[in-house]
């Protein structure tokens, strides 16, 4: 089962504290999308107000075409995955999973062959009769899956779902999510703070940040064309280059930049990825530079330079590892024009 | 080397034991007199004991006013602290101070207020009113002990059953109480070890039905005998029991 949801011009405050300020989103169904931002951003209010834990001051949440603004989490189509997974320790693994469709008042027959399905699904099928803590850490993520997806819920919350696993694991219980979730069809809504994490597994991503979204969209969109400063920096890492308007054009350091000025008088900032930076020749030249320090990265050496048209600025370059520049080399600088991104600065 | 350790520690041991120790070998005597030197063993006494109809009534008497008020404690005692732990109420620390107030009301205290509030609404004393009485004294404990081990755990496991579509009466039946059973299992059995030996409320609060601890009183007052000690290693025996039977029931629940 699978709804849409729509965030209608949500409102809500802690105190003086606004935790989110006219938060407007669609969520087409079967999407899975993340919510994005560092902590205190209002991630994890907003998945709050969609599972119905928090009742938003003001505005409204659809989900499947009506309104669940007020409607508690039990009545919701929604089920959570919390961060901590709150299995019920006291029963077993076939009794946590088919919990809520005991509450449904299906019958001890049906659901526990659905909670071996579900079991199945999630590759623990064996362990029915286990308890949460005979489980490691993946595991139970898994088992909390199971018993969220066993009352098909239309809309599934997941709260930091990983942030309890190492970074191996991590990685690979992200393509089991996704892969589930194509399985399932069911919309997800995953709430982190890491943007590996965020790009490996979302179709959409929804950047926030101060109780705002900063931009929305596909991995490659956000990352690659930011609609703001923040978005570009919180994404991945970037080289800051100031910059100014002149006459309806951008001037950097490193000579003027094809690009229309977002805002005309007031300090501007040019952001150009690590990878961007490259020593082939390309249309926007940044010119000699000598290296700072260098070190191999396996598939890439990260460089420290220090450009002569700006002494006072280091870029970080991440060229190929075939070869290590050394300590001291001028290198000629070059990025392809589209690959900077010019904001206001803030 | 490290002897002394040992010794205070047997020393501490004796002390605590030692009496207990020597009740239960007198409780054997042949004699009539429970003093040295000792004479058997025999279980005379433990058959005078067990044949008088008015200790048997007593010893079951209390068995019942213990099981009972731990029940009636351990449930308020209960729905106080979830109450409290899981809503916003007005006051929480002035209510939570008025509930544990009572522990540091001599037991003197509570028996005498309640005997006059007794009289003056004109109940007659019974079981009933020293079970009563055993409630006002073992409440606070039991929210105690319950409200100390309601933690964020058993708050997240709520908070998914009830987006798992739980009602709230469910939440309570099929979440909290089990995953709160050792602290609510060690609530009751220390509520009823307090009351199976208390004596000075039972005393105020009972007329003709008595407990076994008011019985063993009147007895007193005829002297000392060897069916005392046979009643007092009763009365261990089944102290000693509730506790095992509790180690065991909630150590087994924590593994």
């Known amino acids: 089962m699978t709804a ?122 064996e362990a029915g009769a286990k308890r949460p803590h005979e489980l490691s850490g993946g595991q139970r993520q898994r088992v909390a899956l199971a018993r969220c997806l066993a009352v098909e819920p239309e809309v599934l919350l997941l709260d930091e779902p990983l942030g309890a696993l190492d970074l191996k694991l991590r990685r690979s219980m992200q393509d089991e999510l996704k892969a589930i979730q194509r399985q399932v069809g069911t919309t997800f809504v995953h709430v982190t703070h890491d943007q590996e ?101 396996g598939t890439y050496c990260r460089a420290h330079l220090v450009p002569e048209a700006a002494p006072d600025l280091t870029l970080v370059a991440h060229l190929p590892p075939d070869a290590l520049p050394e300590e001291g080399a001028v290198l000629t600088l070059h990025a392809e024009p589209d690959a900077l991104a010019v904001f206001p600065e803030e | 080397m490290r002897v002394l350790p040992w010794l205070y520690l047997a020393a501490g041991f004796l002390f605590i034991y030692l009496p207990v120790g020597v009740l239960v070998l007198f409780s054997f005597q042949e004699g009539t007199l429970p003093v040295p030197p000792f004479e058997g063993p025999s279980l005379r006494w433990y058959a005078e004991v067990l044949g008088d109809d008015d200790l ?130 060690a609530a009751y059995f220390l509520s009823v070890t307090l009351s199976w030996d208390e004596f000075i409320i039972a005393f105020l609060l009972t007329r003709f039905e008595v407990t076994l601890p008011v019985e063993i009183w009147s007895m007193l007052r005829s002297g000392l005998s060897p069916r005392l000690n046979a009643i007092g290693s009763v009365v261990f025996l089944v102290s000693v029991t509730a506790v095992v039977l509790a180690e065991v029931l909630i150590f087994r629940r924590r593994r």
Not at chain 2, 146 to 168: F, H, P, T, V
Request: proline fraction near 7%; hydrophobic fraction near 50%.
């Open chain 1, 197 to 297: 994490e965020a790009m490996a597994i979302a179709d959409r991503i929804v950047v926030m940040n101060a109780g705002r979204i900063e931009d929305e969209g596909a991995p490659r969109r956000i990352y690659r064309e930011p609609r703001t400063l923040f978005a570009a920096g919180f994404m991945g890492e970037i080289n800051r280059i100031p910059a100014r308007a002149v006459a309806g054009r951008v001037e950097t350091p490193f000579g003027p930049l094809p690009a229309t000025p977002p805002a005309e008088g007031g300090a501007l900032v040019a952001c150009l990825r690590p990878e961007a930076v490259s020593t082939a020749p390309a249309a926007f030249e940044i010119g000699p530079a000598r290296v700072r320090d260098a070190a191999f990265f």
């Open chain 2, 56 to 185: 048997t009534a007593a010893l079951l008497n209390s068995v019942v006013v213990a099981a009972g008020q731990g029940a009636v404690a351990v449930t308020l005692g209960f729905l106080a602290a979830y109450g409290l732990a899981r809503h916003v109420v007005p006051g929480t620390v002035f209510l939570r101070a008025l509930l544990i107030a009572p522990l540091t009301v001599s037991y003197l205290i509570v028996g005498l207020g309640l005997l006059i509030v007794v009289q003056r609404a004109g109940l007659g004393l019974s079981l009933w009113t020293a079970g009563i009485g055993h409630v006002v004294i073992n409440l606070p404990i039991c929210f105690a002990i319950i409200y100390a081990s309601m933690g964020a755990q058993q708050q997240n496991a709520e908070r998914a059953a009830r987006d798992l579509g739980a009602g709230e009466f469910d939440v309570i039946r099929l979440v909290t109480v089990p995953m709160l059973a050792p602290a609510i299992l």
């Open chain 1, 4 to 125: 849409p949801v729509t965030v209608e011009a949500v409102t809500h405050r802690f105190g003086a504290f606004a935790a989110l300020s006219d938060i407007r989103l669609e969520i087409a169904a079967g999407e899975y999308v993340t919510l994005l931002g560092p902590s205190g951003c209002g991630k994890t209010t907003l998945l709050s107000v969609l599972g119905g834990f928090l009742e938003p001051g003001e505005g409204r949440v659809l989900i499947g075409g009506q309104d669940m603004t007020h409607v508690p989490p039990a009545k919701r189509p929604t089920t959570t995955m919390f961060q901590d997974y709150a299995l019920f320790p006291h029963m077993s693994l076939a009794d946590n999973v088919a919990f809520g469709l005991r509450m449904a008042g299906v019958g001890k027959r049906a659901r526990m062959s659905r909670a071996a399905e579900m079991l199945a699904l999630v590759g623990l099928g």
